[in-house]
């Protein structure tokens, strides 16, 4: 039998996305894959609108992996589920990604670090991106806007935990703070929409 050496880092990521990527026998699965979303699945807490900004491009490239797009900058997972308020994971839905690069600049010209995907059947997405640099007067940010099938359009950003920049940041709301595992380099946001 050949031995599977596991990095730390793996295990971290694995511990992380485990309810993204659970796939045990059908009950524990369920149970791995559907935990309570951030913010909690309720009509009165829905993900919240935040604006689209000043930076948003449409026709932006199917893409889930953002790092060739940027020869410097820290790398990281970001994945997560889309569910209603009811709690159902979405399949289907295109969500768009886009943010600035390391220097805190976005490409206005192109599409690098701008993608799309579409949430598997189980309403879960997975981006390999760069940590954002900073631009007066923000703090580290990543916007989305969710189309799902039917239903609501969703625009908003979401946030890095422990930013000094969180603070001044008058767009800057802590229900859509990504949970970050910093050793594993990775973080997970569930959106309700």
């Known amino acids: 039998m050949a031995r599977i050496a596991l990095s730390r880092r793996t295990v971290l990521i694995a511990s992380l996305f485990a309810p993204v990527l659970a796939s045990a026998d059908e009950h524990a699965a369920n149970a791995l894959r559907r935990p309570a979303p951030t913010p909690e699945c309720d009509d009165d807490d829905m993900t919240p609108e935040q604006s689209a900004g000043p930076?948003?491009?449409?026709?932006?490239?199917?893409?889930?992996?953002?790092?060739?797009?940027?020869?410097?900058?820290r790398p990281f997972l970001l994945g997560g589920t889309i569910s209603d308020s009811a709690?159902?994971?979405?399949?289907?839905?295109?969500?768009?990604?886009?943010?600035?690069?390391?220097?805190?600049?976005?490409?206005?010209?192109?599409?690098?670090?701008?993608?799309?995907?579409?949430?598997?059947?189980?309403?879960?997405?997975?981006?390999?991106?760069?940590?954002?640099?900073?631009?007066?007067?923000?703090?580290?940010?990543?916007?989305?806007?969710?189309?799902p099938a039917s239903g609501h359009l969703l625009t908003t950003q979401v946030y890095f935990p422990d930013e000094p920049r969180n603070r001044s940041d008058f767009l800057f709301r802590p229900e859509l703070l990504i949970q970050f595992n910093e050793e594993a380099r990775a973080g997970r946001f569930d959106f309700v929409v």
């Open 55 to 73: 930076y948003y491009k449409p026709s932006s490239p199917l893409k889930d992996d953002f790092t060739a797009d940027a020869s410097e900058g």
């Open 87 to 147: 709690c159902k994971p979405m399949s289907g839905c295109m969500i768009e990604f886009w943010q600035a690069d390391q220097r805190g600049n976005y490409d206005n010209h192109g599409f690098r670090l701008r993608g799309h995907q579409f949430t598997d059947a189980e309403g879960r997405y997975m981006l390999q991106t760069i940590w954002p640099g900073l631009y007066p007067g923000r703090t580290r940010h990543i916007h989305v806007r969710i189309r």
